[in-house]
């Protein structure tokens, strides 16, 4: 795995790094983990978020300010904002998020908590 793996600074979000490998590396939050790992069995080429399997992960993310630093933040460890054109609200009027993608194709929802 790549450091581009972790669009932020999981402390950010409260997670400690817990775990690291070659092909993975997981970070803690109380009981809660968080593993991400590419396997040597894969049966396909490179990852594509549309074929079955992971399509992203959501985190809550803390509130509406707190998910635009973190988007800053992705964005200067190679992450891309989706939907730049319907920003913040691309899952909803009522659904503050930023979804972020990287050069694997992995994306992941930054979901802002209403105060």
């Known amino acids: 795995m790549t450091d581009e793996g972790t669009p932020v600074q999981h402390a950010d979000m409260g997670y400690q790094p817990f775990q690291q490998w070659s092909s993975g590396r997981s970070w803690r939050l109380g009981a809660t983990y968080v593993v991400l790992e590419q396997s040597p069995a894969m049966t396909v080429g490179d990852h594509e978020r549309c074929r079955p399997g992971l399509n992203h992960i959501a985190f809550f993310a803390g509130v509406p300010e707190q998910v635009d630093t973190l988007t800053d933040a992705g964005r200067l460890h190679g ?3 989706m939907f730049p054109d ?15 993608v990287n050069t694997d194709g992995y994306e992941v929802e930054l979901v802002a908590t209403t105060p």
């Open 79 to 81: 992450w891309t904002l």
């Open 86 to 100: 319907k920003h913040p609200y691309a899952g909803g009027g009522d659904h503050y998020a930023a979804y972020l």
